[in-house]
C-alpha cells in the first residue's frame, strides 16, 4: 500500500516536472535600449555570482535597482548551501526599453539556484519628462484596466486552456492595478509580468500592443523601427600564420563593453595579432559595430550562450535554447555562425556535449583569475610565467585592468616568440587539444 502511494506521487512529479518544464518561457530578444551595463562576478568557493544591470544616471532608478540587487545579494548569501551538490548559483541580467524619449523601463530577472530553481522579476519604469517613476494607474484609466484584464483572460485561456480553471487565476487576472504593477513599456507594446505562483505556478508573460488599448491609454503613439540585420562581413585573412612557431589564443569572455573591448582591438590591430571574443547572447546586439569589427580584424566571435547559467544544471531543451538563441544573435550581426561554444564557468557534462551538435565546446588552459584580482600585473605576471605553446588564455573583457593587461601581453607574448591566433586558427594548425572537449 504505501508503495503504491510512492508510485503515485513519484509520476505525479514526473508529470508535473514534464509539463512545467515544457512551458517556461524563455525571452530570447535581449534590449538593452538604455544605460550601460555593469558586471559584477565572483565565482569563489561554492557560490557562483554573475550580475550584470544597467548604470542609468537616473538617480531615483540606479538608487532602486541598487537597493534590489544589494538584498537579493544578501538572501542568496545568507541560504545554508552545504547541501546542494552544484554550486549554488545567482544569476541576475536585465532588460532596458525607452519610449517616446521619454519612458525607461528598467526589467531585472533574478535566477538563484540553491537547492531548487527561483526566477523572479522586478521592473521599474521612469517617467523623464516628469522625474518620477511611473506606476500603470499613470498611464492606464480604469476602463483600459478591466480591458487589460479580460485581454489577459483570453489570452492565457487560449494559451494554455486546461490550467485556467483555478481560483489563483481569477484572483491574478481580476481588474486591479496590483496583478499588473510588473511591467515595462516597449517601443510597440505593454510587457506584464505574472510571477510563479499567482495565475500559474511558473512565471509567465504577456505582451499586449498598445493599440488594442487606443481609447483609454494616456501616451502618444511612437513609430517602431525593425532591427535590420548587416550586411554580409567578409573575414580575410589579416595575418600570416607559422604552422613551426608556437602560437597562443586569448580569449575574452561576458563582452562586449564598449571601452574595453574596443581597447583590446586596437591593440590586437596594432600588433597584427588575433584573439577571441566568448559573448553573450544577449549581449551581442548591444554593439553590432563591435561584433563586426571583431570579425573584419580576424578575431574570432565565439558563444558564450545567452544568459550565463551553468550548463551542467539545466535540462537539455534549455541547454539547447541559450546555445541556439546565441547562434542567432550573432549570426543576426555579423551574418555567421560560431563554430565554438564557451560554457560560463567552464562547467560542462554529457548534456552539454551532446547539445554543442558539432560545435567545439572550449574551456581553457589558462585562467588569469582576472575578475578577482582586477590587477594587469598580476595577470601579466601569471601569464608569462605560464605560458607555453598551444596555450588557451582566460580573460573578461569587463575591466580596465584587463585591457590595460591585454595592451602589455599582446607585444610582450609576440616578443617571447608566440604567435596569437584565434582557437579555430589553434585547432586548424592541430597545435591544442587541452582546452578543446570534442
Ligand atoms: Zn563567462
Not at 531548487?116 to 519628462?129: G, H, I, L, M, S
Request: glycine content about 4%; aromatic content about 10%; proline content about 4%.
Amino acid at each position: 500500500m504505501k508503495t503504491k502511494i510512492w508510485t503515485i506521487l513519484f509520476l505525479l512529479c514526473v508529470c508535473f516536472g514534464c509539463l512545467a518544464k515544457e512551458v517556461i518561457p524563455f525571452n530570447t530578444s535581449a534590449h538593452h535600449e538604455y544605460g550601460e551595463s555593469v558586471n559584477e562576478q565572483n565565482y569563489e568557493n561554492d557560490r557562483l555570482i554573475k550580475i550584470i544591470y544597467p548604470k542609468t544616471n537616473v538617480e531615483c532608478l540606479d538608487d532602486a535597482i541598487q537597493t534590489y540587487i544589494e538584498q537579493t545579494k544578501r538572501s542568496f548569501m545568507e541560504n545554508n548551501t552545504s547541501n546542494t551538490e552544484d554550486k549554488a548559483e545567482l544569476n541576475v541580467d536585465y532588460q532596458s526599453y525607452i519610449k517616446d524619449n521619454r519612458y525607461i523601463s528598467i526589467k531585472l530577472d533574478t535566477y538563484m539556484r540553491i537547492l531548487d530553481e527561483k526566477q523572479q522579476v522586478k521592473t521599474w519604469v521612469y517617467d523623464q519628462t516628469n522625474d518620477t517613476m511611473v506606476q500603470l494607474h499613470d498611464l492606464l484609466d480604469e476602463d483600459a484596466l478591466d480591458d487589460v484584464s479580460e485581454i489577459t483572460k483570453a489570452y492565457f485561456k487560449k494559451q494554455y486552456p486546461e490550467e485556467c480553471d483555478t481560483q489563483n487565476f481569477a484572483i491574478f487576472t481580476a481588474p486591479a492595478y496590483d496583478n499588473f504593477e510588473t511591467f515595462v513599456l516597449r517601443k510597440d507594446a505593454f510587457v506584464f509580468y505574472f510571477a510563479a505562483g499567482t495565475l500559474f505556478d511558473r512565471g509567465v508573460y504577456m505582451e499586449l500592443p498598445y493599440e488594442q488599448l487606443q481609447d483609454h491609454i494616456r501616451m502618444e503613439p511612437e513609430q517602431v523601427t525593425a532591427f535590420v540585420p548587416y550586411a554580409d562581413v567578409l573575414n580575410e585573412p589579416v595575418k600570416q600564420i607559422d604552422p613551426n612557431k608556437p602560437m597562443v589564443a586569448l580569449t575574452f569572455d561576458d563582452g562586449p563593453t564598449k571601452k574595453y573591448t574596443t581597447a583590446i582591438l586596437d591593440a590586437l590591430k596594432e600588433h597584427q595579432a588575433s584573439a577571441t571574443f566568448f559573448v553573450l547572447g544577449s549581449r551581442a546586439k548591444d554593439f553590432p559595430e563591435i561584433l563586426q569589427r571583431m570579425v573584419l580584424e580576424g578575431n574570432e566571435v565565439g558563444n558564450h550562450t545567452f544568459s550565463h547559467k551553468q550548463l551542467t544544471t539545466l535540462s537539455k531543451e534549455n541547454i539547447e535554447e541559450e546555445i541556439t538563441a546565441t547562434q542567432e544573435s550573432i549570426h543576426d550581426v555579423i551574418n555567421r555562425y560560431p563554430t565554438i561554444i564557451r560554457p560560463p564557468y567552464g562547467s560542462k557534462n554529457d548534456n552539454v556535449l551532446s547539445c554543442a551538435q558539432g560545435k567545439k565546446i572550449v574551456t581553457w588552459t589558462i585562467d588569469t583569475e582576472d575578475w578577482r584580482h582586477k590587477d594587469a600585473k598580476k595577470i601579466v605576471e601569471n601569464v608569462i610565467k605560464n605560458v607555453k605553446d598551444g596555450d588557451i588564455i582566460l580573460m573578461h573583457d569587463l575591466y580596465p585592468s584587463t585591457a590595460e593587461a591585454a595592451i602589455i601581453l599582446i607585444p610582450t607574448l609576440q616578443d617571447m616568440g608566440f604567435q596569437l591566433v584565434t582557437i579555430s586558427e589553434l585547432y586548424d594548425y592541430g597545435k591544442n587539444d587541452a582546452g578543446k572537449i570534442m
